[in-house]
């Protein structure tokens, strides 16, 4: 059964609300910086710039809270509830996301699964999950950025095997592309259960909190020593180098 539009609206305001209660626990400091609602209008625009529509839920997500805000200046004095800088708003959205698709620069030689699975046999890049790693695709909406280093996209165009508007972390300086949930309703939820689990039990959780300063971002990425191992789409595609 499909979910309606009420059920997608309950279950993002359900797990924003799991959110903001494990912050309340963790890391109170930051609920400050969760930004007002969306306007409907302000989320249409984004979809008219962008020339795409958005995923239905994080539309939802955008109508209880517009982003984050950090404030005028960086760094932020509280520490920010997501592990970046910030989640983007409606207009950081569109001009974040045109920053990123001028970056597109199409290589076919090196566009290509062959090329992928070499470098991932090689560690030169990390790869978990279904996402092509392609620097400035059409295909992705940034989403929320830390610093320009690091980036979370939904991937509209995910590689075979993955879920239209996928949550995506991206490390460009690292060469690092880690599919963190296949939905951002799914995203916030598993935010969720970590914070959670954090409060309860901190050595278990992945997140990673540095007191005061709050959350590092390195929550959803594969750690650098499992790095050569391909995802299961490139599992069988015979490696090419693109030097050859």
């Known amino acids: 059964m499909t979910d309606t539009g009420t059920d997608v609206d309950r279950h993002v305001a359900e797990a924003w609300a799991r959110v903001e209660a494990a912050l309340g626990r963790v890391l109170p400091a930051s609920l400050g910086q969760l930004g007002a609602p969306a306007a409907a209008p302000a989320i249409d625009a984004v979809e008219a710039a962008l020339g795409a529509p958005l995923p239905p839920d994080f539309r939802a997500s955008l109508a209880i809270h517009n982003g984050t805000d950090p404030g ?19 207009d ?22 062959q090329v992928w699975a070499h470098q991932v046999d090689e560690a030169m890049i990390g790869l978990s999950g279904p996402v092509r790693p392609i620097i400035g695709s059409p295909g992705m909406v940034v989403v929320g950025d830390m610093n320009g280093d690091v980036q979370w996209l939904l991937d509209l165009d995910p590689a075979p095997g993955g879920t239209p508007g996928q949550v995506v972390r991206v490390d460009v300086e690292c060469s690092s592309w880690d599919v963190l949930a296949p939905s951002w309703a799914d995203l916030l939820v598993r935010y969720a259960e970590d914070l959670e ?24 990425s594969i750690p650098v020593e499992s790095w050569g191992v391909r995802p299961d789409w490139l599992r069988d595609v015979q490696a090419r180098s693109p030097y050859k």
């Open 72 to 90: 005028p200046t960086l760094p932020a004095a509280d520490p920010s509830p997501v592990p970046l800088t910030f989640l983007c708003d409606t």
């Open 92 to 113: 950081q959205i569109i001009s974040l996301t045109r920053m990123w698709r001028d970056g597109f620069n199409p290589e076919p030689d090196w566009d290509d699964p």
């Open 197 to 220: 689990l954090f409060a309860t039990d901190p050595d278990s959780s992945p997140l990673q909190i540095d007191g005061d300063a709050g959350l590092e971002c390195e929550w959803g």
